[in-house]
Each structure stands twice: as C-alpha cells, then as structure tokens.
C-alpha cells in the first residue's frame, strides 16, 4: 500500500519529473496535474487486470502461489518505478507502476473471505484491521515518500529502492507459509468437484428432507411440536409441492458444486446481483474523492496557503488521513460485529463442533433468508456515517487555519473509513460463498474504474482550469506562485467539487437497502406459498385416508386470532 502514496508525497517532485522526462507525451508535459493523474490511473489498470485473473483462479489453484506471484511482481514493480528516475523515463515509471497492483489484487479477493470464514465472533472487528492497512500504508507512503523525495542524500528514486531492500525478507518468509485447510484452495472448490457424484448420490434420499425442513425453518418458533403418530403422512405425500415452492431459495449449495467458474460465468453472476451493482457504485465515489484528495492532498494545501512548506504539508496531511483510518477503521468493524450479533453470526455455541463452518462463521454460516436482512442491517448505519462525515467536510471548503481544517477533515474522514468493512461484509452476502472473491473484485474493480482511475485525472484537469497559475513546473515549484495566491477560488472549488460527488454513496447505498427489502418480502412470500403448498397436500392425504390433520398452518393462524374452544377429537 505504502508505494502507492509515494508519488502523492513527493507531488511537485514528480510534476517536475513529468515536465522533464524525455518521452513524456505532449499532453503530459502541458497538464503535468493530468499526467500525475495518468501515473495513479496505470496502477488502477494493473490492479483491474490481476483483480479479475486473481478473482478467477482463486477458484482453481490454491490461493498462497496465487498471493506470491503477485507478490513477486509487485516486488519487480517497484524495483522499476525507481530505475525510472535513472532512464529519465516516463514509460517505464508508467509500466512500473502498472505492475505494482497485482499484488494488492491478489490480497483483495484472498484475505476478506479467509478472515470471514475463521475469524468467528471477531470477524468485522479483524476484517476492519486488514483494511485499516490501506489508509494506514497510504498514509506512511505519503509521509515516508515526501520526505524521502526532499532528502539531500537520497531522493525518489531510493524511495522504492529502500522498500524493494525491506520488502525482501519478508518475500522469502512468505515462501515458507503453509495452510491446509481445503487443501488451500480458498473455498474447497476442488474438492467438491472430486466428490461430486458420491454427493448427488445421497441428493436424492436428502432433498425432500432437507426441503420440507427448510420451508419451515424460519417459522419453528410459531409451529406445534412435531406429531409422532403420523409421521409419514406429511413427509411422504409432500415430496413434490414443497420441493418445487421452496427450491427458488435452498438449493444454494447444489448450485455451488455445478458452477463452473468461467470469467463469463463470474461476470454474469455479480452484474445479476444488483445489490452488489448498487454498492459498487456507492463504493466508487468514496473511492474516488479519497484518492484524489490523496493525489493532489499536499498541492491542495500549497495552494490554499495552509502551510508554506511541502514536507510538512505532506508530514500533517499524512498524519491526519493516518490516525483517520487507524481510528475509524475498527470503530467501524467493531459496529459489524454488533449487527452480525443479533442474527447469531458466528455464535461458536449454535455451530457443528468443526470449527470450520456450520454456524461459526460470522456472516455467512447462517440461514440464507438472513443475507438480505443482515445488508438491510447494515446499510442504514453506513449511510448515516457517510451523511454525518460530510457535515464535517464540507466547512474545510471555507477554512483559512490549517488545525481547523485538518481537524475537520480528520473527524469526516474517520467516520467515511469507517463505512469501509459493512461495505465489504454486505458485498459477500451479496452474493452465494463460492462467488465471494468475485464480488469483491467486482466491487473492487467499479470502484476504481469509475471512481480512483478517471476522477483525479479530471479533478487534475480542472485545477489546472480553474487555477492555471497553480501548475507545478520542472523545478517542482508553481509556475506562477503570485498568481496562484490569487485563484484560491478555483483551487476551492476544485476541493467542492470532489466533496459533492461523495453525496452519490448515499444515494446508491439507500438503493442497495431498498432492493434487500425487497428480496426479503420475496423471501416470505415464497416461505408462505410453501407453508400453504404443504397444508393443502397434508389435508389431502389425510382425507384419503380417513383421518382428520391437526394442521400446522392452522396452528400459526391461531397465534393471531382470538382463541375459540376446540372440540374433542
């Protein structure tokens, strides 16, 4: 995370490293805020790339070589990204950079399923430590590349030389790591397929009793216990009513077995899930405006004459958006596992002693008609954290004291990191357990094609519009430092632009609420047809045989209507 937030660290020297590269693109040399705008967007293109590849072959190989290849190549990534400086190259900074996602791709769709899987009770709580590494790497990134960029001794170059030096050991004793678990693959795909037939075998002897009991399940409080005299007469005359009325919704784990996991197949199934669209989206316009912030953070404050210096502009900008997401980060998984609570998520009491599954893990080892219910849970809160986040915001549009503006800016930007793991956890419920990586790198993927990739290039471009006087020349520094002073207007509402687009989010994320209630009245709806399905077959086989049925159907009626004497059987 930490080499992503070089380049916005040392900012006005890449600009001036744009402006004097000797391959550089017209374009790039006259918009020098549009051509670090480009840099940002080439990692964003290499994370897409390894994103869909790595969200695909998590399903096929075991997931540590996946991780490690990435690795390796982030590792070659910034190696390059320092020789740049040395060829004076462009192009190679541009490729170099665009190497550099593969790795933090790989980890997107790897780490958030295993975390939820093992992580038990404290699943939003250690999920939120895992991305807390991203404001917090940034952040580090931000303050470590100024100050390297500025150093007399060193400069940016060395940079990325240092982390390639402390990142090796690291690489070798990640070589060394072992996980046995499904046979490390990620979601025990390989072996479902290697007992696929022993498996739909034992479906035909299981179905019905699986069907009629699940068509029931989330009813069991207001039912009779079960009847022993006839035991048979439900089960045995039931078979093809209550499987067909309640098949939409319970065949989930079948459906997991017969997937084959092509890239078309993966796409398919999370543009069908349109909670999982609305969320991308919403994510999208968080995501853009925090990297862009990020981007142009320390000439933001340059130009608005907050501080006078770019080191220590970069050191306080740093620190704030650091403490933000160390801060908001874990308040926010902290809060997940509050709502995950009520449902019985990850209660280890209710599970099946394997440690493994069954209802011990949080977020997904319950009933399927709790997905819905749990996003419609956990929405509402995000939104509002999002809502109260940018009433903080928005007045540093209006601010002249940098402790006034950084403050602020802290509290928003604490409350937005803290929307980021119920963001996460609704997008796995989104869709079924074995197609989790891929809505992440759904998810993942909108976000930063529609938000980090075009949003700074344009919020770069329009600076540049509404303040020409604050580009950055070759020497780093403003090319008109007068004339800058004098469209601090511009570079505001450059900043005002930014904040409005987040208000999308709230927009998207009420869509995505919206459509959960709606699959959770389609939910009831077909749990009631399969209740009525079952009463209609009971009766008729309890009439054919001369017997009078003492219906469960009737039994749940009579919890909301007044009691009336019954009369002896």
């Known amino acids: 995370m930490a080499d992503r937030a070089i380049i916005p660290g040392a900012s006005q020297e890449f600009l001036g490293f744009l402006g004097g590269a000797f391959d550089a693109p017209r374009v790039v040399k006259d918009n020098p805020d549009a051509g670090l705008g480009i840099l940002q967007a080439a990692f964003m293109i290499g994370y897409t790339i390894a994103i869909i590849l790595s969200g695909h072959y998590v399903h096929k190989i075991k997931w540590k070589p996946l991780v490690f290849s990435g690795l390796c190549i982030w590792w070659l990534g910034v190696l390059g990204s320092g020789n740049a400086k040395q060829y004076n190259s462009f192009y190679v900074l541009l490729f170099s950079r665009m190497a550099t996602g593969c790795s933090e791709a790989a980890f997107q769709v790897v780490a958030p399923p295993l975390i939820q ?58 070589a060394f790591v072992r996980d046995r678990t499904n046979g490390g693959i990620l979601s025990g795909e390989e072996e479902k397929e290697e007992h696929q037939e022993e498996e739909e075998e034992d479906e035909a002897t299981t179905t019905t009793d699986d069907a009629v009991t699940s068509s029931t399940a989330t009813l069991e409080p207001l039912l009779p216990p079960p009847r022993t005299s006839s035991p048979n007469i439900t089960i045995n005359n039931n078979n093809n009513s209550a499987q067909n009325a309640s098949s939409k919704h319970h065949d989930n784990s079948i459906g997991d077995k017969k997937d084959k996991f092509t890239i078309l197949s993966e796409v398919k199934t999370c543009l069908n899930s349109k909670i999982l669209v609305s969320l991308s989206l919403g994510q999208a316009a968080i995501f853009g405006v925090v990297t862009a912030l990020g981007t142009f953070g320390g000439a933001f404050i340059l130009a608005l004459q907050l501080f006078n210096d770019e080191k220590v502009a970069a050191t306080w900008f740093g620190i704030t958006a650091a403490l933000a997401g160390v801060i908001g980060t874990p308040l926010g998984g902290s809060l997940v596992d509050k709502i995950l609570a009520r449902y ?53 549009l209006a601010m002249k004291d940098a402790a006034f503006f950084l403050c602020f800016l802290f509290v928003g930007w604490t409350l937005l990191f803290a929307t980021q793991t119920g963001i996460s956890i609704c997008a796995m419920l989104s869709v079924r357990k074995a197609h989790r990586p891929n809505a992440l790198a759904f998810i993942s993927i909108a976000g930063h094609l529609l938000g980090d990739v075009p949003l700074p290039i344009v919020l770069g471009l329009i600076k540049d519009h509404l303040a020409p006087g604050c580009k950055v020349g070759e020497d780093g520094s403003f090319s ?30 009420e869509v995505a609420r919206r459509l959960s209630r709606i699959e959770i009245g389609k939910r009831r709806s077909d749990e009631i047809n399969s209740l009525l399905l079952l009463e209609e077959d009971s009766n008729g086989a309890a009439a054919a045989n001369g017997e009078k049925n003492n219906s469960t159907f009737q039994y749940y009626h009579s919890k909301f209507q007044p009691t009336t004497p019954r009369q002896s059987s």
């Open 117 to 174: 899987d093992r992580a038990g009770a404290r699943a939003g709580f250690w999920l939120s430590v895992f991305l807390m590494g991203l404001p917090l790497g940034l952040s580090v990134g931000y303050i470590y590349g100024s100050h390297m960029a500025t150093s007399v001794l060193w400069g940016w170059d060395w940079a990325y030389y240092w982390m390639c030096i402390g990142s090796f050991p690291l690489l070798i004793v990640f």
């Open 344 to 396: 019985g998520a990850g209660d280890t009491d209710n599970n099946d002693g394997s440690g493994g599954g069954g209802g011990g893990v949080r977020g997904e080892g319950v009933d399927d008609s709790l997905r819905h219910p749990i996003i419609a849970s956990i929405l509402p809160r995000m939104n509002a954290l999002v809502a109260v986040g940018m009433v903080f915001i928005f007045p540093t």
């Open 480 to 509: 008109n430092p007068d004339e800058c002073s004098s469209q601090e207007k511009g570079v505001r509402a450059t900043l005002a632009i930014a904040y409005v687009w987040v208000l999308w989010s709230l927009v998207f994320f």
